[in-house]
């Protein structure tokens, strides 16, 4: 039973072009969580997606960045324009749709973006 | 605003040494709370999860305990060896659509 997926493990660009990060959740959760790491910070929430929906889009910078759940596939989170400072390791997180609000979480292995 | 604070940033010891990471949080509506360990590079392996319902967690070496009262949970590790080397992260599950709130972590360094 494979955990979060998450491909490219390692992502390089170069300032302005677009970078897409996939996450796929654990088979059967239906809730997927991202999370964005900069260098020597915390992991910071970026955004709370059920399939087909956004939940929570609170903390995703206002500009460039998007994300989508859709009904088959993986989720998508997409960040246009790149800039430096959005070099970061961006970790996806699944749970399952257990009726509860704080249902246990599971990482996949981040990917690691670097923008030149 | 849920914080969480990670006591010490960093800490160095010697092999066999029994210690402690302490992590304590600003709103005590903490609903369950996460301990991880992440390696320099890699991605975030979970050690114990306290559920609401519970005050402590154990796990071979491994301890942690959780006071809602007072807002604090403790990572205790018996025996440390050179491979505990890590950040170890604290995580509380409170946000508000049950997003995740991470302390900045405690970089551990077990000297052989």
């Known amino acids: 039973n494979a955990g979060v997926m998450q491909n490219p493990r390692h992502l390089v660009r170069r300032r302005g072009q677009e970078a897409r990060l996939r996450c796929s959740p654990v088979?059967?959760?239906?809730?997927v969580y991202w999370y964005r790491q900069l260098p020597e910070e915390g992991l910071k929430f970026m955004v709370y997606?059920?399939?087909?929906?956004?939940?929570?889009e609170s903390g995703m910078p206002k500009e460039r960045f998007s994300a989508e759940f859709p009904k088959e596939g993986p989720s998508i989170l997409r960040i246009q324009q790149v800039v430096r400072g959005d070099s970061a390791a961006y970790f996806c997180?699944?749970?399952?749709?257990?009726?509860?609000?704080?249902?246990?979480?599971?990482f996949g292995p981040g990917t690691r973006l670097t923008v030149l | 605003k849920q914080e969480v604070t990670q006591i010490p940033a960093a800490l160095s010891v010697p092999e066999g040494e029994n210690l402690v990471l302490n992590c304590s949080f600003t709103?005590?509506?903490?609903?369950?709370l996460q301990w991880f360990r992440q390696d320099p590079g890699k991605g975030l392996t979970s050690l114990l999860l306290?559920?609401?319902?519970?005050r402590e967690q154990t796990s071979g070496r491994l301890n942690a305990s959780l006071d809602k009262s007072s807002g604090r949970s403790t990572l205790y590790i018996a025996a440390s060896q050179p491979g505990d080397s890590a950040t170890y992260l604290c995580?509380?599950?409170?946000?508000?659509?049950?997003?995740?709130?991470f302390g900045k972590g405690t970089k551990l360094s077990v000297k052989p």
């Open positions: 997180a699944s749970s399952p749709n257990t009726g509860g609000l704080y249902n246990e979480q599971f």
């Open positions: 088979k059967g959760h239906s809730h």
């Open positions: 997606l059920q399939k087909e929906n956004i939940i929570d």
């Open positions: 709103d005590s509506a903490i609903y369950n």
């Open positions: 306290i559920q609401s319902s519970q």
């Open positions: 995580v509380g599950y409170g946000g508000s659509q049950g997003n995740l709130i």
